[in-house]
DNA sequence: TTATAAACGAGACGGTACGTCCTGTCTTTTA
DNA sequence: TAAAAGACAGGACGTACCGTCTCGTTTATAA
């Protein structure tokens, strides 16, 4: 990014990228191709999730996406972490309350859609996990966990929670509970399921 | 239909299946298939996990496979069901520890086995899910966890556990949170960690 | 046919097929099966026949087949030649014009039936050639060839056809030229080509 | 080939055919699967000839064949039409002799060929004959049989066979006789049995 | 009678080939 | 020089038959 692309002469900043010769690449496509593949991964899921299909529907080359991502899994990803709208803020001034309301938000929302599966995909491929998971980790989860992780160092601080817990580890509890529930049993994580996890946390966590 | 058939009175349990005609499946191909399956998942995850080289390395014709299983989805989740061991139960007198033993045991398993893998893959696809995760559920988890919650119930009539918990809901925290540390950090989970997940758990679980 | 099958000692003439034990091979299906496999053979053609198809529309087990015709080729040579009426010799003193009739006859017939097709299919594989076209041409051609060789001889004998000719590439020019025409140009013969490719060939053949 | 891709005026023929888009089809993929199948016809037959089998040993994708020809079928007979050379004109001045010699080098050609045995596999399914035939008729039978009847035409006209015959017919005699032979009898057709089905029929079709 | 033997229908077995779909790469024309 | 278009080799898919091999059952003759 930030590639600058300008049309004058300019460039004289970055010469080791020497101005890109020929025809650029149509940030048009690049859109249309990301678009097209979450769409596709909400239609029918990952299972038939395809280079193939998601070229075809987008009216472009295939090697217009190779060019960018070198396999579907990348694809995948950048197409979830692109498109999927950041947490929004908000800060009442009850640390406690915002992280519920934001947990509450959140968990329907992972589960019910593409991104979710797409992150999921990631795991049954071993040999992919290290580098991708990584990459979705940073761009995707990372920022979000940070959200949360502040807000409940600021109820810690606020003496809503336990002094002393892993705030960490109580959002993977958090979030790993509602995973489970999801993935494993299948069941839909709707903002009830959310509440009786949440609940349940956040009651043990709360100071005796 | 006019099963007749019979000499005396005899099979008055399942009158419905009626005889199989014709050569009996071979009990040797099919447990060739599975445990070749598992290898295969083991060796080199559900991504490159083919019938055709469950076939091959089987020693098996392709149709033989299909026959018994639709698609490769439902082999790989019979393959773990079928070859997975069951927990071991054990009670030392003091389910609170029974019930970290066999947790901090169980989990560094599921998530370096295929068995794990396998399970997640599943998720992978939304019109797959409903029949097959059930199916996974009921000859699979429901098992292991029923174990579970019958040593934490024990541990909350021992007064070991604060009473009025849902175990149910703690054993989806401890197990989620593994599952989320390992699908979605890629962080393997270790006797350590699973005893780290433990220790905080019950550490908010225990009687005030 | 006349295997004696006598109930007491006996047999001092075959002691080598010293009646055969078990329970004797099935007339009916025998026949099932010829009749199916004439049925497919003028339905689909060869390329259609199938051992699976004729077993399972004659309600009869595959080995059932096997045990009698090695293969599917030798199946429908002997359906072909087992069900195909012998033609009906006529004599009414006058042998060219018995020729020409039954001539006219037998070509439509055969370039319109199963039994035609089936006997081309043999040309198309070489290592079968030698042994299956004996017996075809034993069982179905001779025969008949042998008929029509009889009128020609009685015909120039009673000088309707100019002395000296070889009566039997006589019969392969007309017989050819129909089958040159069925199968390589594809064109239907009925008895109004017949009678032009007798016209022809008769004509040049009559004395002078 | 050159084509020579002006940009002005030009193409005043193909203006339907709008160039091509894309990659070219590699003419030497489709030179090799048409050698490679007329290799695996001669040897093996069609009986044995498969798609899978010429693209292998063409060392082909499957697909590249499929795109190309529909059929095992359309393959072989686009094989032996387009690897069997034309046949080479003679004009000696006596044009009944150059006939004689054209056919008496034909006749073995063919029915010991891959050509022959593939043409004749196109009669074993009748649905198919319909479109096939007539485009190996006007490919590959059509143009020989023009040279022939040419030069029969020329023979009467010198008086060397008698007048007011069906040419078409006579050249029907003439291979058919041979055709029936090879196919129904089994027997090769040599030079010595093509000469004499010629020396018959051509005495026949003699002028008194 | 009772054995014994073989054929029966059914259907599974290891295979081969089918024709389709998708992968990731390569090549051509167009912009 | 990137874009779209599309062909390339390769490989897995799920299906249809192949010819063989059990099964349990039926129908004969032989003991």
Redo the contacts with the bound molecule.
């Keep these: 990014m930030s590639r600058a692309r300008v049309k004058p002469e300019a460039q004289p900043a970055d010469a080791d990228t020497p101005t ?7 940030g048009e ?1 690049e859109e249309a191709i990301l678009r097209t593949a979450l769409e596709i991964l909400d239609d029918a899921g990952y299972g038939s999730f ?4 998601v070229a075809a529907r987008a ?6 996406i ?2 960018r991502w ?3 899994l990348e694809l995948a990803i950048e197409a979830v972490v692109r498109l999927t709208p950041p947490l929004k803020v908000i800060d009442s001034g009850d640390p406690l309350a915002d992280f519920r309301h934001l947990v509450a938000a959140l968990l329907p929302d992972i589960t019910s859609s593409a991104a979710g599966r797409a992150i999921i995909a990631l795991a049954s491929d071993p040999g992919v996990h290290a580098g991708l998971a990584r990459h979705l980790d940073e761009r995707f989860l990372r920022p979000r966990r940070a959200v949360l992780a502040d807000l409940l160092r600021r109820a810690a601080e606020a003496g809503q929670v336990r002094p002393g817990l892993d705030t960490e580890l109580l959002i993977d509890l958090v979030l790993g509970a509602a995973l489970y529930r999801w993935l494993v049993t299948g069941q839909p994580v709707n903002r009830q399921t959310a509440g009786q996890i949440l609940d349940t946390v956040l009651g043990l966590a709360a100071p005796r």
């Excluded at 890109?20 to 149509?26: E, K």
């Excluded at 395809?50 to 299909?53: D, V």
Aim: aromatic share 4%.
């Design positions: 890109p010769r020929g025809r650029p690449r149509s496509a395809s280079i193939e299909a009216g472009v080359g295939r090697p217009t190779y060019r070198p396999s579907k």
